[in-house]
């Protein structure tokens, strides 16, 4: 399986963002995916989970302003972050259920006071 994150940035607090997170080695379609971030100096963190069945979880510092979605003609999925805040600074990862040993490289998103 291979996972490519992309669409970081530098963005200001109260702006937004999408990642990508295109798959290629399985399909999305029948894997339940999350969406991960690791902040420097600190463990990776669970953020969004979408199910087969297109039901979804959030964690709670993300509950209301985060999104997961997926495309399964793309094999894509994405994670579309508003009312962003400098502590979701991190780098952000997506992966399979059961996780995948070959993680991506995730994509940095900085947000700037």
């Known amino acids: 399986v291979q996972l490519v994150e992309s669409g970081g940035g530098l963005v200001q607090a109260g702006g937004s963002l999408r990642l990508s997170c295109a798959v290629s080695?399985?399909?999305?379609?029948?894997?339940?995916m999350v969406w991960y971030r690791q902040a420097p100096g600190k463990q990776r963190e669970f953020l969004a989970l979408?199910?087969?069945?297109?039901?979804?979880n959030y964690a709670d510092s993300v509950k209301g302003r985060f999104t997961i979605s997926r495309d399964n003609d793309r094999n894509t999925v994405y994670l579309h972050m508003n009312s962003l805040k400098p502590e979701d600074t991190a780098v952000y990862y997506c992966?399979?259920?059961?996780?995948?040993?070959?993680w991506g490289q995730g994509t940095q998103v900085t947000v700037s006071s």
């Open positions: 992966n399979l259920v059961p996780p995948s040993n070959d």
């Open positions: 080695g399985s399909a999305v379609s029948i894997n339940p």
């Open positions: 979408s199910r087969r069945d297109g039901s979804t």
